[in-house]
């Protein structure tokens, strides 16, 4: 609560892993700070937040355990419809550290912060070879399901068309990665080419395999089924 109304009049939240991260950057003057608090974070706790903005910046620490929270954080706030951005710290391991050490390089961490879907471009470009199999498979296996969570169709639209530029897809071969409906060349970026993405086929409950196959091998019964409008 003590960071509502500077959230509100920012625009914008900063979500931190630790408590420490918090207080350190409450007492150097980013109020607008909040922390997970070591935990996870969750849809509730993103529905508060998303009263005051919907506008987020995560920073996590630097660890693996702290990367892999901070992108399933980032994944539950797109899909919940926030704007997402990484604050990236560099020459320490979290927010505490580094604004211990001049709270001006965290205000500069807080000025390049990038989009959430960008970062792990950015992770794709700087950790493989250009174009490489690897890089490829990364992109496919990490980036494609980000791009799915996007709901603004215009921005997924600019993702679908980065891809293309900078790692050397084809503009169908992202389409499919991201089960979207094909669309004509040209119209990438364009709100008239809005992509859809298609439902996921969802599991048949035992008992309706069951229906179907007492229907197909009963011509009878399959008869009188249809009749009664089934």
Request: glycine share 6%.
């Amino acid at each position: 609560y003590q960071a509502k109304s500077a959230i509100r009049n920012a625009d914008y939240a900063v979500v931190v892993e630790g408590q420490m991260d918090c207080i350190k950057a409450h007492q150097a003057g980013f109020v607008n700070t909040v922390a997970t608090s070591g935990t996870a974070l969750t849809a509730e706790q993103l529905r508060l937040l998303g009263r005051l903005t919907k506008n987020l910046k995560l920073c996590f620490d630097a660890d693996i355990a702290g990367q892999r929270a901070a992108r399933k954080a980032g994944e539950l706030a797109l899909s919940l419809g926030f704007s997402v951005k990484v604050i990236t710290v560099i020459g320490a391991k979290d927010p505490d550290e580094l604004i211990s050490q001049d709270p001006k390089l965290w205000e500069d961490a807080l000025q390049s912060s990038v989009w959430f879907v960008e970062h792990f471009l950015a992770l794709a470009e700087r950790n493989f070879p250009a174009r490489s199999v690897e890089q490829r498979k990364y992109i496919a296996q990490e980036v494609a399901p980000l791009l799915r969570l996007v709901t603004d169709a215009l921005e997924r639209d600019h993702y679908v068309q980065s891809i293309t530029e900078r790692f050397g897809f084809s503009q169908q071969a992202v389409l499919d990665m991201l089960r979207l409906e094909s669309r004509p060349a040209g119209l990438v970026g364009t709100q008239t080419a809005e992509a859809t993405v298609l439902p996921a086929q969802l599991p048949v409950p035992l008992i309706e395999k069951q229906m179907l196959g007492v229907l197909l091998t009963e011509p009878g019964l399959r008869d009188e089924w249809l009749k009664l409008g089934g």
